[in-house]
């Protein structure tokens, strides 16, 4: 990007942010202006373009509502009669682990141009901070592509990413920035994929300026495979030859091209594997790494403490803040710590409303944002963009190129601060994705707080939990919550995997710890016996590897995965069931409020 692009870039962004109701007011018109006489729109609006009309008569609407409409286009019937004038390119399909099944959400041309310039707004930032990496360096971000699905009507259906991957764009850019030739991004098999990514990327360990994925749990997944493969490795960059396991033809085609035999090489990086210490083997391998990019706030946050112990101090930055229905916030500090970070609201993107939650937001006493309900202002409607009130948490809504019209994206944010006109946030939790046993509900938000809370008793132990998922167990009355638990130690050596070094006392106060930690409902509930006591189940070693590993199976993009913050698959269920060595109840019932 030269000189006058990066600038440009931050002078869009000051722009955006100040004046960002007009900007706001004026991307509702162009939607509604466009899309007034659909089928959707015309039953509520009858060919008008008011802004007051829309928010009176437009419903509220969650994906289930518009469903039947996007079915009928997949299904061959005219986009511009239904829900968008603009002809469709394809679908984007969401990644199908926060809240369930995979959603198809239609792509213009325009939704594309706007996430180029997201992308020009992102890149300029970096540039700031970092200086302007793609000059004679390259990115080893890892990158995973899904198949296109194929639709009735003839377009396709792609995840986000590899919608990305595919364009004229990045391909042009890719050997040039990237360590991952195209075939491995786009190899079918995720393992022959990441072996590939990571073979590549240690041969170009001298020009790897950035290391990185989509999610912080995608990077933490690479280092622990690096672990359990780098003597093969070694042996392939040794010798010249890559595995014969590698079986893909576009990954042995880019070895062919890509592979010699280097000794030193080799020799470099089984002395700093071979180390009886992972902390910051990261910066060991790939020594002129600046940062760290991927996602590491919301559901990621679990990750941090592992990434931070494999990264050596390099910064953890999480650029941007995006869902399958639109690019919608940029970090403007990529160098705050992950617990800190905020992103502001981009309001050329999509028009925003947003409903206010009951119950306030809260910040525990790791600084991260925790909510204590999930239900709305009964008396209040939506909010503009411009109007949301800082320390409030809300649900968002958009309205979008894309045919979504006040739709419920079901995330909850908490407004932090404000850049110009524009608010920043921070990621609370998903609104659907809960526990529940009787009529309490728990939200995703409470069981990051009280994970968060137990996991600092592994410290002393030497133990770090690594991942964990949780489900609400009704097999027996009263109901409990199990919460599974993947642990390791902080060192990396294996002899904590059969857990017969767990200590029960401190199992079970984690246990308790996590009981303490949730909402006043809950533990009213246990002290009431409505809820019978929280269960902590310890999984073997690689077992979420197991888990990613079949939701990859039912068509989510490895890119785009998420360990789900609550199982809601029996199949999923059944993979953790299946690897669990040990279990812990809570000795007591929880402290009560006074």
């Given amino acids: 990007m030269a000189t006058n692009d990066y600038e440009s870039g931050l002078k869009m962004l000051e722009e955006l942010t100040t004046d960002a109701q007009q900007i706001q007011d004026q991307l509702l018109g162009e939607i509604l202006s466009k899309n007034a006489e659909t089928e959707y729109l015309q039953g ?3 060919g008008q373009t008011d802004k007051q009309l829309f928010k009176k008569n437009v419903p509220i609407v969650t994906y289930e509502h518009l469903k039947p409409y996007i079915d009928r286009i997949v299904n ?10 603009e002809p469709l390119i394809g679908f984007s399909l969401s990644s199908g682990t926060s809240g369930g099944l995979p959603k198809l959400i239609p792509t213009t041309a325009e939704s594309a141009h706007i996430t180029a310039t997201f992308n020009k707004l992102y890149r300029s930032l970096m540039i700031k901070h970092f200086g302007d990496i793609n000059q004679a360096s390259k990115r080893m971000e890892l990158m995973f592509a899904k198949p296109d699905v194929e639709t009735p009507s003839g377009l396709k259906a792609s995840a986000v990413s590899t919608r990305a991957f595919k364009g004229s764009s990045f391909k ?14 786009f190899c079918p098999d995720t393992k022959q994929s990441m072996y590939c990514q990571i073979l590549f990327g240690l041969i170009q360990r001298d020009e790897a300026v950035m290391i990185g994925s989509i999610f912080a749990s995608t990077v933490v997944r690479s280092i622990k495979f690096l672990e359990n493969n780098w003597k093969e490795l070694c042996s392939n960059i ?4 890559i595995s014969e396991w590698i079986t893909d033809s576009g990954c042995r085609n880019a070895a062919s091209l890509m592979l010699k035999p280097n000794l030193e090489l080799a020799d470099l990086i089984e002395d700093v594997c071979s180390c009886k210490s992972w902390e910051g083997i990261i910066r060991k391998l790939w020594p002129k790494t600046k940062y760290i990019g991927t996602v590491c706030t919301g559901a990621m946050l679990q990750y941090t403490a ?6 050596g101090g390099l910064p953890l930055v999480s650029g941007f803040y995006a869902c399958s229905e639109g690019a919608v916030g940029i970090n403007l500090e990529p160098l705050c710590k992950p617990s800190d970070v905020s992103y502001t609201f981009l309001p050329n993107t999509v028009y925003y409303e947003f409903l206010s939650i009951k119950e306030d937001c809260v910040t525990d006493s790791q600084n991260q944002v925790q909510l204590n309900a999930m239900s709305h202002h009964e008396d209040t409607g939506p909010v503009d963009l411009v109007n949301v009130k800082l320390g409030q948490c809300y649900e968002v809504l958009v309205t979008s190129s894309m045919g979504l019209y006040r739709y419920r994206v079901g995330d909850i944010i908490k407004v932090t601060g404000f850049h110009n006109n524009t608010p920043q946030f921070q990621f609370v939790g998903r609104q659907n994705v809960a526990l529940g046993v009787d009529m ?6 409470d069981i990051l707080k009280a994970v968060a809370e137990a996991k600092a008793l592994l410290d002393p132990l030497g133990l770090i939990l690594t991942e964990y998922t949780s489900d609400g167990d009704t097999s027996s009355t009263p109901g409990h919550y199990v919460i599974f638990w993947e642990i390791k130690p902080k060192e990396g050596n294996n002899n904590n995997k059969n857990g017969k070094e767990l200590d029960p006392k401190v199992m079970e106060q984690c246990c308790s710890k996590m009981e303490d930690s949730l909402h006043f409902t809950y533990r009213m509930y246990r002290k ?41 698959s029996k199949e999923a269920l059944n993979i953790l069931d299946s690897r669990v060595i040990a279990k812990f109840f809570s000795p007591r019932t929880p402290i009560q409020d006074n």
């Fill in 172 to 185: 042009a850019i890719l050997p040039k920035l990237y360590t991952s030739p195209f075939e491995t991004i």
């Fill in 238 to 241: 040794k010798t010249g030859q």
């Fill in 440 to 445: 309490e509900r728990t939200s995703e938000a």
């Fill in 44 to 46: 509520f609006l009858h």
């Fill in 306 to 311: 592992e990434l931070e112990f494999y990264c």
């Fill in 528 to 568: 009431e016996n409505m809820i019978a006591a929280l269960e902590i189940r310890v999984v073997k070693q690689g077992t979420f590897e197991s888990l990613m590993d079949y939701f990859v199976t039912k068509g989510a993009s490895l890119s785009q995965y998420k360990t789900p913050i609550c199982i809601k």
């Fill in 76 to 85: 061959g019937e005219a986009s511009s009669d239904l829900l968008l004038v």
